[in-house]
């Protein structure tokens, strides 16, 4: 009896396997034959921590279009993907996206991020758009220029004011510290303390890390997140603080800091009149407006995806730019030779706009988010019921499509010859109608009207905070043989990037 449950068992998983790999419209996709029968290949592949690293070469295998599950393909044609994502394209974002969500009070928290719903995404976007304007970005610079200065003195009390001793600093740890105290300061008024106390505070960083990772990997099977952390069972028993661990420490973080701003009442109490409103009042303010669709768990859910995403981001890119810059003497000193021609104010700190108008830090900056993308997953849309055609390959309705920076960026039609190489100068050999058309191609904060809505905050930071580091320090790696360490959840994180500072004269 036993022997024949067996057999019968496996008899039913092998014809689930055959119907996933036949019945799904898909036969004539290119990819690995095992990655068309079960979702578990994009499972464990994404949990070897290394999933952009396989999908580049999926791609210089198999070509611009590849099967990567039973109902799911990649793509890196440029020009379907900007069709994909255009809006009103009819593609919407896959199951993926709410496993993000966090959880507090026996809720998911909504954001514009894991939103599937493409109305609802719109009235939200529209409702807190205006604050990430750049015009209005612009406005925190002051707040940014305090980070920045709290940031250098934790830099050389640590590791440069250290009389004969040279202290190797973890910088890769630092930049991050840094991007979240921005964070901080632009959507609460308040820096979280990571600058001035040099750890990660309540344990902040390290579970947003975890949450990201469990996005990532949970998210290629998302039925499983509903079994984990979002059944009614066990978000029953959260709300009734029976599972208080399932709730985000970062969005009990995030409770915190609103019931602070409920104490001490109107936005201006505690922005002062001379600062702008911060993140959290202007999304407050637009609850105001519209308290019927927006309530506090989406006010929260709004101040946690600036922390979830931005900071991390953030960190990335810059962690891209200094390491690469060291790496490379030759371009640094490209780069030392620009700023030293430029203008800087007493404090030190160099501004928005004269960063934003030097050719060649724009354009390391650039070459950084083509050769580091943040972002180490497939962004996922689902196709339309009417299909649509790639290459001339047909795929069907309800399949979902993918792709990722990390394959378009490597493609030399678009970026020209040695994509695998950190050139700034590919930006600058072409006319400015290329350079725009290579800008556009850059897939690094998303595309069309899922565009990353944060990016503006993250240009900020990073056009400040580079030319400045670099002018009060002569930065060198600890050890140039040495590389850094990559692992991969949703974000591609550096780790191990180790350097010298010494004060620059």
């Not at 959880?103 to 529209?126: D, W």
Request: charged share 20%.
């Amino acid at each position: 009896m036993i022997w024949y449950l067996a057999v019968t068992f496996l008899s039913l998983i092998f014809g689930q396997l055959l119907v996933n790999r036949y019945c799904q419209g898909l036969n004539h996709i290119p990819g690995p034959w095992l990655a068309s029968t079960t979702n578990l290949w994009r499972f464990f592949a994404t949990l070897g921590r290394r999933p952009e690293v396989l999908h580049k070469k999926l791609h210089k295998d198999y070509g611009d279009v590849v099967r990567m599950g039973p109902n799911c393909v990649s793509i890196t044609d440029l020009e379907a993907v900007k069709k994909i994502w255009s809006p009103n394209s009819g593609f919407f974002k896959s199951d993926l996206y709410p496993v993000q969500q966090a959880v507090a009070h026996g809720k998911a928290l909504p954001n514009l991020f894991s939103a599937t719903n493409e109305v609802y995404h719109a009235r939200l976007r529209r409702a807190v758009a205006s604050a990430y304007t750049m015009t209005n970005i612009v406005q925190f610079e002051p707040l940014v220029n305090s980070t920045i200065t709290a940031f250098v003195k934790a830099l050389e009390k640590r590791f440069v004011d250290r009389g004969d001793v040279s202290e190797i600093c973890d910088f890769g740890t630092w930049l991050h510290f840094f991007a979240f105290d921005v964070i901080g300061e632009i959507t609460w008024s308040k820096r979280l303390g990571f600058v001035e106390q040099g750890v990660d505070i309540e344990g902040i960083i390290h579970n947003v890390d975890e949450a990201f990772r469990y996005f990532a990997v949970v998210g290629q099977m998302p039925w499983l997140d509903f079994l984990l952390k979002k059944n009614p069972v066990l978000l029953w028993l959260n709300a009734r603080g029976f599972m208080s661990n399932a709730t985000s420490p970062v969005a009990l973080f995030g409770r915190k800091r609103m019931i602070e701003r409920a104490k001490q009442g109107k936005p201006e109490a505690h922005t002062g009149k001379s600062q702008p409103l911060d993140f959290l009042s202007r999304f407050q303010q637009a609850a105001k407006e519209d308290p019927i669709f927006l309530d506090d768990r989406q006010v929260l859910g709004l101040t946690l995806s600036s922390i979830f995403a931005g900071a991390d981001s953030t960190a990335i890119i810059l962690r891209a730019i200094f390491y690469f810059l060291l790496k490379q003497p030759s371009t640094l000193a490209k780069l030392m030779d620009e700023l030293h021609d430029i203008l800087v104010p007493e404090d030190g700190i160099v501004s928005w706009n004269t960063a934003h108008s030097l050719p060649y830090l724009t354009a390391v900056i650039h070459e950084a988010l083509r050769m580091f993308p943040a972002v180490g997953i497939h962004l996922e849309r689902v196709v339309p019921p009417a299909g649509v055609d790639i290459k001339g390959h047909f795929i069907p309705g309800g399949t979902i499509i993918g792709a990722s920076a990390w394959t378009i960026h490597a493609k030399e039609e678009i970026f020209g010859k040695r994509t695998e190489e950190f050139r700034p100068e590919r930006w600058l050999e072409v006319d400015e109608g290329e350079r725009k058309r290579m800008e556009n191609s850059l897939f690094t904060f998303g595309y069309g009207s899922r565009v990353c809505i944060g990016k503006t905050v993250s240009f900020l930071e990073i056009y400040k905070v580079v030319p400045t580091l670099l002018l009060k320090f002569d930065l060198q790696l600890a050890d140039p043989k040495k590389e850094w360490k990559i692992s991969t959840g949703f974000f591609v994180t550096q780790s191990g990037f180790e350097v010298l500072l010494r004060r620059r004269q």
